[in-house]
């Protein structure tokens, strides 16, 4: 079973910007997604945006433009830019990989223990 961790968060003030990475235990030859979610306190775990094994990006709306999301193998990387107080969360990595008839191929979906971020105004 692959482990994620989640490094890079920190206190930065409104404007500033943070890099967060996603280390996996283990690669994969299995297509998969490597997504990246944010839960503030009192709201529900919301998607960030994700990168697939073929390095297409999906982002949500609040954050497109400010963020970007690269990869290195199954290892992932969200740049946040232009950070504002609403970007404070806990931020988590999530890797799901696809299910094929490749018996470690098996639809897991694996989650970090996540990385605090959080922004001042």
């Known amino acids: 079973q692959v482990e994620l961790v989640e490094s890079g968060g920190g206190l930065v003030q409104a404007g500033e910007s943070l890099r967060l990475s996603c280390v996996a235990s283990e690669s994969t030859r299995c297509f998969y997604d490597m997504n990246w979610y944010r839960q503030a306190p009192g709201k529900e775990r919301e998607f960030v945006g994700g990168?697939?094994?073929?390095?297409t990006t999906t982002y949500a709306d609040s954050i497109r433009g400010r963020f970007t999301i690269s990869q290195d193998g199954t290892n992932a990387t969200l740049e946040m830019n232009s950070l504002k107080p609403d970007d404070t969360a806990m931020y988590y990595c999530?890797?799901?990989?696809?299910?094929?008839?490749?018996?470690?191929?098996?639809?897991?979906?694996?989650w970090g223990l996540g990385t605090q971020v959080t922004v001042s105004s």
């Open positions: 999530n890797q799901v990989v696809h299910q094929s008839t490749r018996p470690d191929c098996d639809g897991s979906d694996t």
């Open positions: 990168i697939d094994s073929e390095g």
